[in-house]
Nanobody, 117 residues
Framework: QLQLVESGGGLVQAGGSLRLSCVAS????????VAWYRQAQGKQRELVAI???????NYVDSVKGRFTISRDNARNTVALQMNSLKPEDTAVYYC???????????WGQGTQVTVSS
């Protein structure tokens, strides 16, 4: 099973930027669809961005044009560049990977992002 460790969260003012990183071990992400989810306090977890391969990506409407997901298969890493952050982006962000063959998910432990107004 793939192990995922996120980093890069923190406190930032509205309009600022953060870059989240996710390092995978115990497997190679080439055979995984990777994504970032987030969960704000009192709300359901939502899919923020997904990169099923090195070419394609998709985003929830609320972050389009502000967030960019990227994956480096050679380094077994996934990143989420977040620009023009808003207070409503405040949440715990999770890196995930779904094996394209077994369909099993791996989850990171989450990293807190707090955007102050």
């Amino acid at each position: 099973q793939l192990q995922l460790v996120e980093s890069g969260g923190g406190l930032v003012q509205a309009g600022g930027s953060l870059r989240l990183s996710c390092v995978a071990s115990g497997g190679i992400i080439n055979i995984y669809s990777v994504a970032w989810y987030r969960q704000a306090q009192g709300k359901q977890r939502e899919l923020v961005a997904i990169a099923p391969d090195t070419v394609n990506s998709n985003y929830v409407d609320s972050v389009k044009g502000r967030f960019t997901i990227s994956r480096d298969n050679a380094r077994n890493t996934v990143a989420l560049q977040m620009n023009s952050l808003k207070p409503e982006d405040t949440a715990v962000y999770y890196c995930t990977a779904q094996n394209i063959y077994t369909r099993l998910f791996s989850w990171g432990q989450g990293t807190q992002v707090t955007v102050s107004s």
